[in-house]
């Protein structure tokens, strides 16, 4: 086989076996593993009270890139849709002056891959892992905003080793994040929000293969129009920060460190009439490594089920 499909065939699976997805102002995070999830209020937490949401993603790419940049001609088509349902609910700690959140998140999968090469042209559908918040705390200052917190992605999703239908990646994932939210006005309309995640992964499941921990930020820099809307730049970047192992590694993925910083643009739109929020967001990777160069399509609608009522004035 080609190097070109081998290395192919060793990153698709990483590389689109994602399981969105994210939080909007008003809502909770359900997974931000894949890039372009979460944007103008990353480090931030939602206010207190219990939050449904669900957030479709299509991502799409047709260009593979080596560990040196080079672009490989093997014909690559991509095409991943994920619909994520989750509930989640933030708590107010007096002892700690912060907000507590928990949060979980069950994303539906299709994903198409098509090449050259008829061996790596796949089809799959299911539903993927599960991501779960059980600790997220969130400290509001005059103007900062502070957040950390840990989180675990679960293989609850289907996976065989080799196997050609896979929709999960088959190993946990524990997810550490610290970020914050800078804002610029008394009236904390204006800011700048980064979350950085540290994702520890573990050993895949029926097969001696373990992917290297990764490093990411996401965030961006907006602002509220009216009360009502939200609009902004947003970004990210990625950096893989050890490598992967393990005797079943196919040789060429050796010291394949993934690197990925891309760029977009998001709007959001309360609708308080039905205490919920409408997030539309687009990136487009701008450099990467080891891994496709893709862009993302994000739509996001949270619901505020039920809030605490505000303390009455002394």
Do not use: C
């Not at 809502?27 to 009270?49: F, N, S, V």
């Not at 600790?135 to 917190?149: I, S």
């Not at 739509?299 to 505000?310: C, H, I, V, Y």
Request: proline share 6%; aromatic share 10%; no cysteine.
């Amino acid at each position: 086989m080609r190097f070109e499909s081998r290395l192919l065939l060793g990153l698709l699976t990483a590389a689109t076996a994602f399981a969105p997805t994210a939080a909007g102002a008003q809502g909770q995070d359900l997974g931000h593993k894949t890039l372009g999830t979460i944007g103008l209020l990353a480090g931030a937490q939602p206010q207190p009270g219990v939050y449904a949401s669900t957030r479709l993603v299509y991502y799409a790419a047709n260009e593979l890139v080596d560990r040196d940049g080079r672009s490989l001609p093997v014909g690559l088509d991509i095409d991943s849709w994920a619909d994520a349902i989750g509930l989640g609910a933030t708590f107010a700690v007096k002892p700690l002056a912060a907000t507590w959140s928990v949060s979980l998140g069950i994303p539906l999968l299709y994903s198409r891959f098509s090449t050259e090469q008829p061996q790596a042209s796949l089809d799959r559908f299911g539903i993927a892992d599960l991501y779960l918040t059980p600790a997220f705390l969130g400290w509001r200052l005059p103007h900062v905003d502070l957040v950390t917190g840990y989180a675990l992605y679960a293989p609850t999703g289907r996976f065989e080793p080799g196997g050609s239908e896979n929709v999960g990646r088959g190993h946990w994932t524990h997810q550490f994040s610290l970020g914050g939210t800078a804002y610029f006005d008394r009236a904390r309309a204006w800011h700048l929000s980064a979350l950085g995640s540290y994702d520890l992964n573990l050993r895949k499941r029926g097969v001696d293969i373990t992917r290297g921990d990764t490093v990411q930020v996401q965030g961006g820099l907006g602002g509220r129009l009216g009360g009502i809307v939200t609009l902004g730049l947003v970004g990210y970047g990625l950096w893989q920060v050890s490598d992967d192992s393990g005797t079943d590694l196919p040789p060429v993925l050796l010291g394949a460190r993934d690197r990925a910083f891309g760029l977009g643009a998001e709007i959001s739109v309360l609708i308080p009439p039905i205490r919920s929020q409408v997030t539309l967001r687009y990136t487009h990777d701008l450099s990467v490594r080891s891994r496709p160069l893709g862009q993302l399509f994000f739509a996001g609608l949270s619901f505020a089920a039920w809030r605490p009522k505000p303390a009455a004035p002394p």
